[in-house]
């Protein structure tokens, strides 16, 4: 298995988002605030000419607000059409994965059930795989 | 392989839409040799293309229309109107195909050999049968379509031009940065000219760009002929279809977004709009219908006009009907206009469809169309002529993604809102808005008109606004649809701009507040509003009592308030006049006023006008004159400057005794006097020489065409209100006659007319009794008033 995956930090935790999955990380700064809308949607960012919609990862772990600090990490994924950024503690790097995706067990705490997909073996570590696309869709199933 | 096919599968479908109107359009004109050949070679392509490909069920059926049709070309085959049905019938089929191809889907095979029979039975004429039925059917109908010659021309992946877009875009943005760096870094001359000529590229670049998403409403015209000749048959009508303007572009996706209501509209036209032939000749109409279908560009809108001859709305009937259904009540029926009373086909659930057909009068229909029309920024109006036709035409913007925006602030940022909601804006310190608690609740009363009133802040849950500053903020009036109307009150109105929308992600789309988002040049994206999910929000389209109040109120308000205009006069007494009754404000110049026949007067032409208000003709160059009009007679009246305009109370504190003044009222504190413009007009308004003459009743001396009664009478009868015909002339009849004791010209005074007869000496009055002496000035102008009383009177 030599599928690549970008490695970060979310909300303390060390997790895999597969590589294909991400189109470039960036700095995000001068956030334009949504008002009335889900509490994780931090905002608009302009990068270059298209509006990625930022979403506070951790917020949507957790349930608190997480610190945005100026010149935040965001991993930017498409979904459906649209770009969403989301923001993260930090980047590590892109590897390679030393195992397969096995299944989860089932005893995930809170929101980390909805975001995961799999666990993996990356680097000696064992890592949730987080899809992206699941923050945007898992609030569209419970809105339905 | 892949490639090729799916090439196939795009060059077929494009062409496939198109060839159902040639068909048709060659049957209504067999002699068409070259639409015939165009018909021809699409079958000769596929079936060429088939071969290729190793598609045997595509090539056995372009192969069997490809037969027919080349009989038809060397005249072996008489066209008919079953020979067109088949071939159009083998036109669905590769239709089906070839979508069955795309898809991946298996589709029976069965159904080929069918078609393909029918078609040879056609060709054969053996089927008699066949033929009968053809003549049952209605003539097919006239088409008239106009054709282009095709251009060159290569296909492009939509994404790749989205892709285009979005550089150009990023071009744009970064462009923009660099004029920022520049402005602040000083100046460069030689910079500044390399960098405009940047800046046209990529202005053009981006115009050109937008081009490439245009596309002619031709793709949405081809069908129609076909979709006539359908419904033709199937409804047993006869109606022929005129296509023009097919060659303006529209956005592609517009074109997408435009094409149900347009088929829509259509089926309405034909299955109810338009009689049967035999109703229609009843009616003294030809038996044949008619519809056109108009498309051209006006401004940034495409306008396309569906017309028929049909019956039209009976907008009463609507009515009734929308009772019925409970979309009114029957109370409000006497409030609605006739356009009102039309616009209720956009109601949900009303169909003014007697029968219901398989082609239209379900119910679900206009108000569909209605709400997709709206949803794209357009409008839809109709034009009734019961009894003659009906003509709908939608107007939506020329592209999707360009929208014209109002940006308005809130808080720290910016919103956009589209335009096209936005009825008028408003200064919160205006008079015209008054802003009242109700129930919990704002109402805003705009000129007489009640509607919610609502913080963008509160609607989008922000912070409540600082109460100190509420009449620095603007309100805007929102028309959002039928009974959509609110006012918005925001912090401030920033621009007025063109903005590039995007759609807006599913995450920011729950809440329904917002339509899209934008990226303006400042780089800083914006969302724009959706005046219709804030409407909702609101939860005011329930409120459909609040718009019945306000033309109640609408009458109330005009009757305690009337407009005034507040001025100083040439003595600097602050005055205040009715706006109404000033036509204009015109500076003169100050050679033109005299003081002449005892008062101050203004050469206007060949005549004066009266000018009041000046003691004496002024130093200064000019005059400010407001010029007052009754409608009929001018009068000028100077004045030193104008102040404000503003609604003034109806109610005022009365002068003791009628003059130039009526009374006083209170401007900001200061006592300003307000002019009685009917005073004004009884005093001076009789000398102007506005009141044209022909209106003047007729005075004819008889007998008298001499010195005296020319230069000395007539003066008199015309200060009397009359006019003065010459005597002598044929056929001039006047009102009343004046004549001389001792003239002996009685003989030509009709009989009853009203006569005064005047005597040259006072002897001669006390005589015959009657006449009056002729220097009796004051007997003789009672005379004329009394005549002139009576003529009123009368």
Same mark, same amino acid.
């Given at each position: 298995?030599?599928?690549?995956?970008?490695?970060a930090?979310m909300?303390?935790?060390?997790?895999?988002?597969?590589?294909?999955?991400?189109?470039?990380?960036?700095k995000?700064?001068?956030i334009?605030?949504?008002?009335?809308?889900?509490?994780?949607?931090r905002?608009?960012?302009?990068?270059?000419?298209?509006?990625?919609t930022v979403?506070?990862?951790?917020?949507?772990?957790?349930?608190?607000?997480?610190k945005?600090h100026?010149?935040?990490?965001?991993?930017?994924?498409q979904?459906?059409?649209?770009f969403?950024g989301?923001l993260?503690?930090?980047?590590?790097?892109?590897?390679?994965?030393e195992s397969?995706?096995s299944?989860?067990?089932?005893n995930?705490?809170?929101m980390?059930?909805?975001?995961?997909?799999?666990?993996l073996l990356?680097d000696g570590k064992?890592?949730?795989v987080?899809d992206?696309?699941?923050?945007?869709?898992?609030e569209?199933?419970?809105?339905a | 392989?892949?490639?090729?096919?799916?090439?196939?599968?795009?060059?077929t479908?494009?062409?496939l839409d198109?060839?159902g109107?040639?068909l048709?359009?060659?049957e209504?004109?067999?002699s068409?040799a070259?639409?015939?050949?165009?018909?021809?070679?699409?079958?000769?392509?596929?079936?060429g293309?088939?071969?290729?490909?190793?598609?045997?069920r595509?090539?056995?059926?372009?192969?069997?229309?490809?037969?027919?049709?080349?009989?038809l070309r060397?005249?072996?085959l008489?066209?008919?109107a079953?020979?067109?049905?088949?071939?159009?019938?083998?036109?669905?089929?590769?239709?089906k195909?070839?979508?069955a191809l795309?898809?991946?889907d298996?589709?029976?095979?069965?159904?080929?050999?069918?078609?393909?029979?029918?078609l040879v039975e056609?060709?054969?004429?053996t089927?008699?049968?066949?033929?009968?039925?053809?003549?049952?059917?209605?003539e097919?109908g006239?088409v008239?379509?106009?054709s282009?010659?095709?251009?060159?021309?290569?296909?492009?992946?939509?994404?790749?031009?989205?892709h285009?877009?979005n550089?150009?875009?990023?071009?744009?943005?970064?462009?923009?940065?660099?004029?920022?760096?520049?402005?602040?870094?000083?100046?460069?001359q030689?910079?500044?000219g390399?960098f405009?000529?940047?800046?046209?590229?990529?202005a053009?670049?981006r115009d050109?760009?937008?081009?490439?998403?245009?596309q002619r409403?031709?793709?949405?015209?081809?069908?129609?002929?076909?979709l006539?000749?359908?419904?033709?048959?199937?409804?047993?009508?006869?109606?022929t279809?005129?296509?023009?303007?097919?060659?303006?572009?529209?956005?592609?996706?517009?074109?997408?977004?435009?094409?149900?209501?347009l088929?829509?509209?259509?089926?309405n036209?034909?299955?109810?709009?338009i !009689?049967?032939?035999d109703?229609?000749?009843?009616?003294?109409?030809?038996?044949?219908?008619?519809?056109s279908?108009?498309?051209?560009?006006?401004?940034?809108?495409i306008?396309?006009?569906?017309a028929?001859?049909?019956?039209?709305?009976?907008?009463?009937?609507l009515m009734?009907?929308?009772v019925?259904?409970?979309?009114?009540?029957?109370s409000?029926?006497?409030?609605?206009?006739?356009q009102a009373?039309l616009?209720?086909?956009?109601?949900?659930g009303?169909?003014?469809a007697r029968?219901?057909?398989?082609i239209?009068g379900?119910?679900?229909?206009?108000?569909?169309?209605h709400?997709?029309?709206k949803?794209?920024?357009?409008?839809?109006d109709?034009e009734?002529k019961?009894?003659?036709?009906?003509?709908?035409?939608?107007?939506?913007?020329?592209?999707l993604?360009i929208i014209?925006?109002?940006?308005?602030?809130?808080?720290?940022?910016?919103?956009?809102?589209p335009r096209?909601?936005?009825q008028?804006?408003?200064?919160?310190?205006?008079?015209?808005?008054k802003?009242e608690?109700?129930g919990?609740t704002?109402?805003?009363?705009?000129?007489g008109?009640?509607?919610?009133?609502?913080?963008l802040?509160e609607?989008l849950g922000?912070?409540?606004v600082?109460?100190?500053?509420a009449?620095?903020?603007?309100?805007?009036?929102i028309?959002?649809?039928?009974?959509q109307?609110?006012?918005?009150?925001?912090?401030?109105?920033l621009?007025?701009?063109?903005?590039?929308?995007?759609?807006?992600?599913?995450?920011?789309?729950?809440n329904?507040l917002y339509?899209?988002?934008s990226?303006?040049?400042?780089?800083?994206p914006?969302?724009l509003?959706d005046?219709?999910?804030?409407a909702?929000?609101?939860?005011i389209?329930?409120?459909? !009592?609040?718009?019945?109040?306000?033309?109640?109120?609408?009458?109330?308000?005009a009757?305690?308030t009337?407009s005034?205009?507040l001025?100083?006069?040439?003595?600097?007494?602050?005055?205040?006049?009715?706006?109404?009754?000033?036509?204009?404000v015109e500076d003169?110049?100050?050679e033109?006023?005299?003081?002449? /026949?005892?008062?101050m007067?203004?050469s206007?032409?060949?005549?004066?006008?009266?000018?009041?208000g000046?003691?004496q003709?002024?130093?200064?160059e000019?005059?400010?004159t407001?010029?007052l009009?009754?409608?009929d /007679? /001018?009068?000028?009246?100077?004045?030193?400057?104008i102040?404000?305009?503003?609604?003034?109370d109806?109610?005022?504190e009365?002068?003791a005794?009628?003059?130039?003044?009526a009374g006083?009222?209170?401007?900001?504190?200061q006592?300003?006097?307000?002019?009685?413009?009917?005073?004004i007009?009884?005093r001076?308004?009789?000398?102007?020489?506005v009141?044209?003459?022909?209106?003047?009743?007729r005075?004819?001396?008889?007998?008298?065409?001499?010195?005296?009664a020319?230069h000395?009478?007539?003066?008199l009868?015309?200060?009397?209100?009359?006019?003065?015909?010459?005597?002598?002339k044929?056929?001039s009849?006047?009102?009343?006659?004046?004549?001389?004791?001792?003239?002996?010209?009685?003989?030509?005074?009709?009989?009853g /007319?009203p006569?005064?007869?005047?005597a040259?000496?006072?002897?001669?009055?006390?005589?015959?009794?009657?006449?009056?002496y002729r220097?009796?000035?004051?007997?003789?102008?009672?005379a004329l008033?009394?005549n002139?009383?009576?003529?009123?009177?009368?």
């Amino acid at each position: 298995m030599n599928s690549l995956y970008l490695i970060a930090t979310m909300a303390g935790e060390d997790i895999a988002i597969a590589a294909d999955k991400v189109e470039s990380v960036v700095k995000v700064r001068d956030i334009v605030p949504v008002p009335s809308v889900n509490s994780y949607v931090r905002g608009l960012f302009a990068l270059r000419s298209r509006v990625l919609t930022v979403i506070d990862s951790s917020h949507f772990v957790t349930g608190k607000p997480g610190k945005v600090h100026d010149a935040h990490m965001a991993v930017v994924t498409q979904v459906a059409g649209h770009f969403y950024g989301l923001l993260v503690d930090s980047v590590q790097d892109v590897c390679t994965a030393e195992s397969t995706e096995s299944d989860l067990p089932a005893n995930l705490r809170g929101m980390w059930r909805e975001i995961g997909t799999a666990m993996l073996l990356v680097d000696g570590k064992t890592m949730l795989v987080v899809d992206p696309a699941r923050f945007v869709e898992a609030e569209f199933t419970k809105a339905a | 392989m892949d490639e090729l096919i799916q090439d196939f599968i795009d060059e077929t479908f494009e062409t496939l839409d198109a060839l159902g109107g040639e068909l048709v359009a060659w049957e209504a004109n067999p002699s068409d040799a070259e639409r015939l050949d165009n018909i021809f070679r699409f079958f000769h392509t596929v079936k060429g293309s088939c071969g290729f490909l190793n598609l045997p069920r595509f090539e056995r059926l372009s192969h069997s229309a490809e037969d027919a049709l080349s009989k038809l070309r060397d005249g072996s085959l008489e066209p008919s109107a079953d020979l067109v049905t088949a071939i159009l019938a083998i036109v669905d089929r590769i239709s089906k195909l070839t979508s069955a191809l795309s898809s991946g889907d298996a589709l029976p095979d069965g159904e080929d050999q069918e078609v393909i029979v029918r078609l040879v039975e056609a060709c054969s004429g053996t089927v008699s049968g066949a033929l009968e039925k053809a003549k049952a059917m209605p003539e097919p109908g006239q088409v008239t379509t106009d054709s282009h010659p095709q251009t060159r021309a290569i296909r492009i992946p939509l994404d790749l031009i989205d892709h285009l877009m979005n550089g150009v875009s990023d071009m744009v943005l970064a462009r923009n940065e660099v004029a920022r760096k520049m402005r602040d870094g000083g100046d460069n001359q030689a910079m500044n000219g390399a960098f405009e000529r940047l800046s046209t590229c990529i202005a053009d670049m981006r115009d050109m760009i937008g081009k490439t998403r245009m596309q002619r409403i031709e793709r949405v015209f081809s069908p129609l002929p076909r979709l006539v000749r359908d419904l033709n048959a199937e409804l047993g009508k006869s109606v022929t279809l005129s296509t023009n303007g097919s060659e303006v572009e529209m956005d592609r996706e517009m074109l997408e977004m435009i094409r149900d209501p347009l088929m829509h509209i259509i089926r309405n036209a034909i299955d109810h709009g338009i !009689e049967s032939a035999d109703e229609r000749s009843e009616a003294g109409k030809s038996s044949e219908g008619h519809l056109s279908v108009n498309a051209r560009q006006s401004g940034n809108q495409i306008l396309i006009e569906i017309a028929d001859d049909g019956r039209g709305i009976d907008a009463d009937s609507l009515m009734t009907q929308a009772v019925a259904a409970k979309i009114i009540r029957g109370s409000e029926c006497a409030k609605l206009d006739e356009q009102a009373k039309l616009n209720l086909i956009f109601a949900p659930g009303l169909s003014t469809a007697r029968n219901v057909t398989s082609i239209s009068g379900r119910g679900v229909g206009m108000d569909v169309v209605h709400a997709n029309i709206k949803r794209i920024g357009g409008s839809i109006d109709i034009e009734n002529k019961p009894g003659h036709g009906l003509k709908i035409t939608l107007c939506v913007p020329l592209t999707l993604t360009i929208i014209s925006c109002l940006t308005v602030q809130c808080g720290d940022s910016m919103f956009a809102l589209p335009r096209s909601a936005v009825q008028e804006i408003l200064q919160a310190d205006n008079r015209q808005i008054k802003v009242e608690r109700l129930g919990g609740t704002d109402i805003a009363s705009i000129r007489g008109m009640k509607v919610p009133h609502v913080t963008l802040e509160e609607i989008l849950g922000l912070d409540e606004v600082d109460g100190g500053k509420a009449e620095n903020r603007t309100v805007i009036a929102i028309d959002a649809g039928p009974k959509q109307n609110y006012a918005l009150s925001v912090a401030s109105v920033l621009d007025h701009e063109e903005l590039v929308i995007r759609p807006c992600p599913p995450l920011l789309m729950e809440n329904g507040l917002y339509a899209g988002t934008s990226l303006p040049d400042n780089g800083r994206p914006m969302l724009l509003l959706d005046p219709g999910g804030m409407a909702a929000k609101l939860d005011i389209n329930t409120q459909a !009592e609040l718009s019945i109040l306000q033309s109640d109120d609408t009458q109330n308000s005009a009757k305690d308030t009337i407009s005034v205009l507040l001025f100083k006069d040439m003595e600097k007494r602050a005055r205040v006049i009715n706006l109404g009754v000033i036509e204009r404000v015109e500076d003169i110049d100050a050679e033109r006023v005299a003081f002449s /026949a005892g008062q101050m007067r203004v050469s206007c032409g060949d005549g004066t006008r009266p000018i009041f208000g000046l003691k004496q003709v002024p130093d200064s160059e000019n005059i400010k004159t407001l010029i007052l009009s009754d409608g009929d /007679a /001018a009068i000028y009246y100077a004045i030193d400057d104008i102040v404000d305009i503003f609604p003034m109370d109806t109610e005022f504190e009365k002068a003791a005794e009628p003059g130039l003044v009526a009374g006083v009222t209170m401007v900001g504190g200061q006592q300003a006097e307000v002019i009685d413009a009917y005073w004004i007009f009884a005093r001076h308004a009789s000398g102007s020489t506005v009141s044209s003459a022909a209106s003047r009743p007729r005075c004819r001396v008889v007998g008298g065409d001499d010195i005296w009664a020319r230069h000395i009478l007539a003066p008199l009868v015309e200060a009397a209100g009359y006019e003065l015909v010459a005597d002598g002339k044929e056929g001039s009849a006047a009102d009343i006659y004046i004549t001389m004791e001792d003239s002996n010209d009685t003989g030509v005074l009709p009989a009853g /007319a009203p006569v005064i007869r005047l005597a040259s000496n006072r002897a001669g009055e006390t005589e015959t009794g009657d006449a009056i002496y002729r220097y009796d000035r004051e007997a003789l102008v009672e005379a004329l008033s009394k005549n002139l009383k009576q003529r009123k009177s009368a």
